[in-house]
């Protein structure tokens, strides 16, 4: 293994480790990012929304593809955080509406913290199958 991915997966090994997830008074939830989300397409929340869904799942993408390079074992520990696709890579406007229909059919995450949501979101829509 090259040193370059014994990098690249301690740092997807430390960013999978478990933390607190439950939102404090003024942090972002779920219910706050799909009121953004939903606001007019075009509008500063909504941009904020994109980029927000954006970034959470591109890191779970490459961590989908570490998992498929480096086997099962990396995957059991990175699955969490993980998403995986067969062809082309989801458009963000199909992983926003992916956020937006996970969270609408699950109200009873919305006092979770935001990215507790699109994880669980691109999980269900794009798993991994490893």
């Not at 989908?64 to 890579?89: H, P, Q, R």
Request: aromatic share 10%; charged share 20%; glycine share 8%.
């Amino acid at each position: 293994m090259t040193r370059r991915k014994q990098i690249a997966l301690t740092l997807a090994l430390v960013l999978a480790t478990p933390t607190a997830a439950n939102a404090k008074p003024g942090d972002p939830t779920v219910q706050s990012l799909l009121q953004e989300c939903s606001a007019e397409e075009g509008s500063t929340d909504w941009f904020k929304c994109v980029g927000y869904i954006a970034g959470v799942s591109d890191i779970m993408g490459i961590n989908g593809k570490l998992s498929a390079t480096f086997g099962k074992d990396t995957y059991i520990k990175m699955s969490v955080i993980s998403m995986c696709w067969d062809g082309e890579v989801p458009s963000y406007g199909a992983r926003l509406q992916a956020f937006k229909n996970w969270a609408q059919n699950h109200p009873e995450e919305w006092s979770e913290l935001s990215f507790v949501g699109v994880t669980h979101a691109m999980r269900e829509t794009w798993p991994c199958k490893y």
